[in-house]
């Protein structure tokens, strides 16, 4: 009987031996299989790696760039009103200028006419509201505005001669520009300048 079990142990032994090179192969499919979904893994993680740094970096540059509007809506957010007292401030000024002769009736309201202007330029130097006033400076396109030319052989062409109005900045930005006279120098002695400025 031995003889006949040696012949069933050869075919469950061949049976086990095809089993386990079936499960070899299958061992290396998968493996294959395995280094495959790893390398296809590993390129995933690191696309969403520099996803996640582009975002970040594009979150950064959003912060600053919100930042930087919540300082600029602080500082020039009372442009709008800074305007619109430039009006009152002009107004009491020439008030100031149109009285004549101080009288004992009009003493008390140039006092409080000055009194009025003083708080409202206070209130500006606090707002970092300054005034531009040209007299005697070189012409400035970018914060004056040539209301006329006038020849005048003392002064140095392009000199501001005469100041109409005052011009205001808020923080070093231009609110109104200073509407000025602009000296054009002698006649034929003066030097060429230019009138498009």
């Given at each position: 009987m031995a003889s006949e079990d040696k012949p069933v142990?050869?075919?469950?032994?061949?049976?086990?031996?095809?089993?386990?090179?079936?499960?070899?192969q299958q061992a290396g499919a998968d493996a294959s299989d395995l280094a495959e979904q790893l390398v296809a893994a590993q390129q995933q993680a690191q696309d969403n790696r520099e996803q996640y740094l582009r975002a970040e970096a594009e979150m950064a540059n959003l912060r600053r760039r919100v930042e930087k509007d919540v300082e600029n809506a602080h500082k020039f957010g009372q442009e709008k009103l800074v305007k619109e007292m430039l009006t009152v401030v002009d107004n009491l000024?020439?008030?100031l200028a149109a009285i004549g002769e101080e009288t004992d009736d009009v003493k008390p309201l140039k006092e409080g006419v000055e009194m009025t202007l003083k708080g409202l330029l206070d209130t500006f130097e606090k707002l970092n509201v300054v005034a531009v006033d040209p007299q005697g400076h070189p012409f400035?396109?970018?914060l004056h505005q040539a209301m006329s030319m006038v020849e005048?052989?003392?002064?140095?062409?392009?000199?501001?001669?005469?100041?109409?109005?005052?011009?205001?900045?808020?923080?070093?930005?231009?609110?109104?520009?200073?509407?000025?006279?602009?000296?054009?120098?002698?006649?034929?002695?003066?030097?060429?300048?230019?009138?498009?400025?």
């Open positions: 142990e050869t075919q469950e032994d061949i049976a086990a031996a095809e089993a386990a090179a079936e499960t070899d000024e020439r008030t400035d396109p970018q005048n052989p003392d002064m140095e062409p392009n000199t501001v001669i005469a100041v109409m109005q005052k011009g205001y900045t808020l923080h070093d930005r231009l609110v109104r520009p200073a509407m000025v006279m602009v000296s054009k120098g002698g006649g034929a002695g003066g030097q060429s300048i230019d009138e498009t400025a």
